[in-house]
């Protein structure tokens, strides 16, 4: 017999009952440290902060499940539901080992369960075969008649809200929390103010948990590239007329020694090229500066490391200029060189627009120093390859390259295939204009960059953007050359959350932006029929009303997305694909929920009010952060109460790293609050609030570090009690 509808409308659910932190802990982790084969992680790898899909989905299932009085039956059909029984745990198990060891399945299974996850495969990268056993039992203990998780949430939303649930997640960001809502079975609403965590959410839903083939990317793929390459040979600025083709080439930084008048490249050390390459510095008396020899040798000798014409020294690991002439050595810092004590005054040369090199008068110059050639059009791995010495030729198709990119720049800025967007200076961004003068979001990319990058942007369709943006993250000024990686390769700009200026960097040839542009995505079809909704505005500004609401929000330190994914706003804006181009390609940097002060209080407020108006009585929210500093609990309290919330339970959950473990209380991981909204005046003070969700976590997370060993002995079922603390304050 179906569940009736609002069956269970004020039953609690077991998220404020149980939770096995421990358990869900260790998955959190494990997919944490998957990193690259991450579900979503290929859409936009630039994107830091995931909040791992096991854990939304335990926070889904969580706020959905029943509460009953059999507290351990609940949390083995929640445990069956995540995969993680003993029976799931063989399967997952004997899916990760090789045949020949099947066999030691048993001796693992009694194994600590962080161990035997290491050693198992996730659950959610073989779903398909992992939970056909569990239904008979699940249906048994809920009475429901479900034999797939759209069937069961939606049989679970009836019971509770009369319908399919609504699942909301307000900062969607990269769009982990509501990819599983959906995958899920479940009607989503995503916003986020920035549009690029719009996009990043709608290639969850649509690419990974759409219906495409990777066969079209193939295709679309082959058709872009050829048409980029068509362009690049009519030009004849790739291949040097007899076979071979540029894969990358190497730029650096060139200084005028303020003391000697010499031009000198900056390279940090002489093995600034390859795998056994180095750079030789021969000098030029005549011209003052420096040749640049490629030389291959039989041994990377230590000398080629330690030397190098850019140095830093001292307690604040100054950068400085250092080069040789006559036999007298010549150190010049690199602040003297820019002026920064001139009391304001710069010996730095802000950008203009029209800008794509630097002037011949500027203090920071660039030069062309090495090309990496490859005796093939695409990448093939096993076409031969060498690094050679910048040529006269080379420098005349540089010539060519500047010369058609200044032709066409502003036609092409019109028309939104390049960037002509103004840096706006915030925490993250003002180093770009005191670094290097850079002053549009184009001057992070050079002449080569901005033509062959644009070439892409021009012939890619909404699909294809995802890959177009790991390709700008890989193919920029800020594109660091590393010369240990294989043959060398760039690495990508965003490798941390900063934009960090470059003195030698790699520039990728066609050829080998390759890989970058052939993505391989995982495939989760989510079921169709479900209403699907991704919007960009502020959250403040919410007006649809969801059942639950299960948010990430931006808080104190964090990454400032608002100002780092400028760099991908700045060539998407213009010229959206139409599946993009509702959405408001600004980053809205002054509508951002951002710092620690007043301001974010503020914000923050508005939002959980809203989100409080626009949900039923017995709605449920899962507010999920990041434990740092004291302060965050106090703010946390004031923001829940000024809301109209109470909270109804408080977890814990370690998603980093075992160095961070061991770390003790102020391991980093992620706070999960479950809130209701408040219907009753509570005599507690919002302080008392603060202390007691500290003491909860306090608790928690001395449990996953072994410190209290009284919980420990208590076996799981001590481990995934709600706090007692949280219970007295807020009976529910
Ligand atoms: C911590 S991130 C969310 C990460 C996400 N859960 C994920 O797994 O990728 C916070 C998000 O809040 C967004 N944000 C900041 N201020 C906002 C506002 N006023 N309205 C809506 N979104 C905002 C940011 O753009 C960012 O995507």
Redesign the pocket.
Known sequence: MALKPFAWKDKPALIEHLFPVQKISAESFKEQEARQSKTLTPLGSY?K???PLILNKACILGSLLPATDNRLRDLEIFELLMGMDSETMQKRLEEKLPPSKRNLVGEFLVLPYKEQVEKAKRPEEISSLLFGHIWKRVNAHLGTSAFSFPELLNQLGVARFGRRPKIA?????????PFEAARLGCDVYA????PV?CM?TWGGLHIVGGRSLNDDFKQEQLTVLKKVRHELNELGVEDDGHGWYAKAFLYCVEVTCPETGWKVPLLPNLVSIGHSVVARLIPDLVRKRYNVDVEYVDEMDSAYISTGSIRSDGPKQESYVYHVVDGKEYRIKIPTIRGDNNGGSSNLRLWEKRDIVPRKDDIFGERLYAVLWTKSENNSRSAEQEFRAVTYADMEREQKVIHYVREHIEEWQEKGYLPDMVIEKGDETERLYRERGWTHWHHLFNPRQLLVNGLINKYTSANFKFAFTQVLNNNSRLSRWNSRSGVGQTASVFDNQALNTLYNYGCRGLSFLDGLFSPSYKSYPILDGLNISINS????RLDVENDIYI?????GD??K??EI?EFFIAWLRKNPPKEFAHWTWDSRRS????GEDEGFRQ?MVA?YRQMTKMMPDNGIQVL?FTHQSGAIWADMANIIWASGLQVTAAWYVVTETDSALRQGANVKGTVILVLRKRHQNLETFRDDLGWEIEDAVKEQVESLIGLDKQVRSQGAEGLCRCPESTHRLFPY
Not at 551 to 555: G, K, M, R
Request: aromatic share 10%.
């Open positions: 994107w902060g995931r909040k997640d307000v900062f969607c960001g990269s769009g982990q929390i916003s986020d103010l920035n965590a990043l505005h502020p959250a403040q948010t990430d929000p931006p808080y964090a990454v997305y608002e994914t509508l951002a929920i951002k914000g939002t999920m």
